[in-house]
């Protein structure tokens, strides 16, 4: 099989304005905010209409299955060897918070042969209002044919066979020819994951993969975008992915996004503060390690004494290219539940929900912090461990 190249900008450009024509006459299937370009919606050829159909039942009970919180009404498209080795969808959380086909309108734009059998499914999410339209990403699907019925695969599952692999104990890497791959990196990062899943009690029932670009859109056109707004210039830039333990990076070291795959893993409905207060506890953020972003937070409160920082909703407005206050904050939470009560100490604030009752429960309860007392901690917490940040 070919390998599959890399798409150029100006392919891309191409392609979302190709799109946006198609859809000014399309018609939709209003109910899923599904269309179809008018040569998919009409055509005559039949293996297309069913592929058609396929992908927008699929699409459907894609949804369905974030309702009703049962993956089998999506799984059930899927096909079968990717699902052996733990892999669905793995576009369906590239957004994080719920399925990127849930963020708009879902634009099929073209179903093509490719080769192997296989058949391509180009479509892209739109988020419109009354006076724009937002692409918010631009991506492939495929899907074969197996006993008569269409299944679907993922670009990942056509490309991997094309990137260098390097295996360690937990963690699988995928990373292109060109791509300056330290192995000595990777072995620190295996340990980092062996020391802390011990640290936590923490059994990975499969393995890590983590695919590596030399920039954040290339390891993103390895699972099928063309364009995602998962995207940075920043080498210190990645995310991880839950519904299929992955990691995008640039880096083979991207600890901050290993502790994640550790702890959103085993408990993923816990409250995001400690999720990422806890990778930056370990990891640092942004390329910084924790004591740096203390001492910016520090600055911050400087700045602006009479700041509310247990208002966790509106810290975002207070985070700049260097530091984020949120990840900060949530990192004291965890160094202060370290202090008091160890390893199950922080355990026990990732059994709360992630809403902010769960949030303000475990940090009353399990801390001993009442709400009306939480930004007057946070500020003496930071002043005497800042004490040894100058």
């Known amino acids: 099989m070919m390998a599959i190249s890399n ?110 059998g296989f058949y391509r499914i180009r479509s892209m999410v739109i988020q419109s209002d009354s006076t724009s339209k937002n692409v918010i990403g631009v991506f492939s699907v495929y899907t074969k044919k197996e006993n008569s019925i269409y299944k679907l695969y993922n670009h990942f599952f056509l490309e991997k066979s094309h990137l260098n692999h390097f295996t360690a104990k937990n963690i699988n890497y995928y990373y292109p020819s060109d791509y300056t791959f330290n192995t000595k990196e990777a072995e620190e990062a295996e340990v980092f994951y062996s020391m802390l899943s011990d640290k936590y009690r923490f059994t990975p029932q499969k393995k890590l993969t983590y695919i ?81 972003h203390l001492s910016r937070l520090s600055e911050i409160i400087e700045n602006a004494p009479d700041i509310d920082l247990s208002n966790f909703d509106e810290l975002h407005k207070l985070t700049t290219s260097d530091t984020n206050p949120f990840y900060t904050i949530g990192a004291i939470f965890i160094e202060y539940a370290l202090e008091t009560g160890g390893n199950d100490k922080v355990l026990a604030l990732f059994k709360y929900s992630d809403t902010p009752e769960g949030l303000y429960k475990a940090i009353e309860f399990e801390l001993g912090i009442e709400l009306n007392r939480i930004n007057s901690f946070i500020k003496y917490y930071l002043k005497k461990k800042c004490l040894s940040c100058t």
Not at 12 to 25: G, M, Q, S
Not at 244 to 272: D, G, K, R, T, Y
Not at 277 to 282: F, H, N, Q
């Open 7 to 116: 798409k150029t900008d100006m392919k891309k450009i191409v392609f979302i304005i190709t799109a946006l024509l198609l859809l000014l006459n399309a018609p939709t299937l209003s109910a899923q905010k599904i269309t179809f370009s008018p040569d998919i919606l009409l055509t005559k050829d039949a293996e297309i209409a069913a592929i058609r159909d396929t992908w927008s039942s699929y699409i459907k009970d894609c949804v369905k299955s974030y309702k009703t919180k049962d993956k089998s009404f999506r799984l059930s498209y899927w096909n079968a060897q990717e699902k052996e080795i733990g892999f669905s969808d793995i576009l369906i959380d590239n957004m994080s918070e719920f399925p990127i086909y849930l963020y708009g309108e879902l634009v099929t734009f073209n179903i093509d042969k490719y080769e192997d």
């Open 212 to 292: 590596i670009g030399n920039n954040l859109d290339e390891a993103n056109s390895f699972i099928g975008f063309d364009f995602s707004q998962k995207r940075s210039s920043s080498k210190s830039t990645g995310y991880y992915c839950y519904s299929n333990n992955l990691i995008f990076s640039c880096q083979v070291n991207h600890m901050h996004e290993i502790v994640h795959s550790i702890f959103i893993s085993s408990n993923p409905a816990a409250p995001l503060l400690f999720q990422e207060g806890i990778a930056t506890y370990y990891a640092g953020t942004i390329g910084k390690d924790y004591k740096y």
